[in-house]
């Protein structure tokens, strides 16, 4: 197999790693802030479960997450393993990062000074009002590093994705790896993950600029 | 004409039996400008929470403007009203906090212009127009398209004196207005409130500049201890006052 086969190959499994990398953060981040809501709710029941479903969430390997969502459904009820592993390796990556992105969100929300709400209070502003006009940007301004962070993370995650088998770049390095007892496969996988990542970081760095107006 | 009345207010907090408030009362006629002293701890931020709607009290009742915003039930309880009676009831203050609590991701006009369009429903070309001449009025004119960073604290909390103001309010609080700023930049807040009480708006300041208060207020309150120990004309409590408790507290602030 030449290089340019093999390049062509893994470029494939690339389309397929965004796959799991966009959807991923389509849903994880939004679902995050509905996590994070309940962990901080009022009612003892409701924020003790979420907290205990994170732990779990953040205490165990993605990897083990990534067999259950595949293969529970079958294990547990006989039912047929998905066709199209994508979705059950979007759903556990989605799940597994909105736990992470619910902890970044609420550490946000509650490093905000009581006095933001207080003003807004006296202004009139509704509660709903309150959090998405004055609350949620300075909120997203704050986390915006660490949410950097996990999405350079998640770059690297999907290749966890072999573990079910899902085409991605890097399940498809690890076959051609296997059948042509070369080491040259992962050393492409690893400059798209790096140039993927350059990307990464240069699209948060502008949109961190972007959010820079104010201090 | 009474435009705020707060009668009878109990509070303690997590500790029950350490009662911050002490069945006080307290009524704000139009017009009137009311300087509120006492030391540390006596409760006065408490006060004007409790006004505010900040802080709910235990017992005790509330009313602007013939409103109620809280009464007593049948237990001596506090009761507050429903939510769209306390935001016709939150139309009829404002308050101005010790460290400004400007939004700090909006420009100085946005800070001015955001709840008039959002909460009382104003265009965005009358908000505007309202905050601009509040700003000038301020003596900032000039900075509508800063962010509260900055400015300086004088300048922020002129400017939270703005964002206040520009909801039109019918009284407005102060809880401490100049202790956050640098000594030199105090004036020129006092100055501000000063020409707010030249043009009769009614005010409720707490403060520890006692000569402003002398100077400035229609009416004293002496609190100390979660009570009104004695309350009167400025000059009367401020110069001649009856208490010996006002006497002590006054003798420390003289230099
Ligand atoms: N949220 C709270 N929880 C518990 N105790 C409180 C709370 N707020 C105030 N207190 C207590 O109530 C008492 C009165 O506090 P308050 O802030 O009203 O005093 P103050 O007269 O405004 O004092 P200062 O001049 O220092 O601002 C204090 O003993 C304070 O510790
Ligand atoms: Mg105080």
Known sequence: MTLLTMIVKLAEGLGKTCAIFFLTLLFSLPLGMVVALLRMSKNRIVSGVTRFIISILRGTPLMLQLLAVTYGPYYLFGAGVARNKLIPVVVAFAINYAAYFAEIYRGGIESIPVGQYEAAEVLGYTRLQTFVRIILPQVIKRILPSITNEVVTLVKDTSMAFTVSYQEMFTIGKQIANSQTSFTPFLVAGVFYYVFNGVVDFAMGRIEKRLNYYQ | MKIMELTHVKKSFADATLHVLKDISLSVEKGEVVAIIGPSGSGKST?????????????????????????????????????????????????????????????????????????????????????????????????????????????????????????????????????????????????????????HMTMVIVTHEMAFAREVADRVIFMSGGVIVEEGPARQVMDDPKEERTRQFLRNYQR
């Open chain 2, 47 to 199: 006060l004007l929470r409790c006004a505010t709607l900040l802080t709910d009290m235990d017992a005790g009742e509330l009313c602007y403007d013939g409103i109620f915003a809280a009464k007593n039930d049948e237990n001596g309880r506090a009761v507050y009203a429903d939510k769209a009676t306390l935001k016709q009831v939150r139309g009829k203050f404002g308050l101005v906090f010790q460290n400004f609590n400007l939004f700090p991701h909006y420009s100085v006009l946005k800070n001015l212009t955001d709840a008039q369009i959002h909460v009382l429903g104003r265009s965005k070309e009358e908000a505007e127009h309202r905050a601009r001449a509040l700003l000038d009025k301020m003596g900032l004119g000039d900075r509508g398209s800063a962010y509260p960073c900055e400015l300086s604290g004088g300048q922020q909390q002129r400017v939270a004196i703005a964002r206040a103001l520009a909801m039109d309010p019918e009284i407005l609080f102060f809880d401490e207005p100049t202790s956050a700023l640098d000594p030199e930049l105090t004036g020129e807040i006092l100055k501000v409130i000063r020409a707010l009480a030249d043009e």
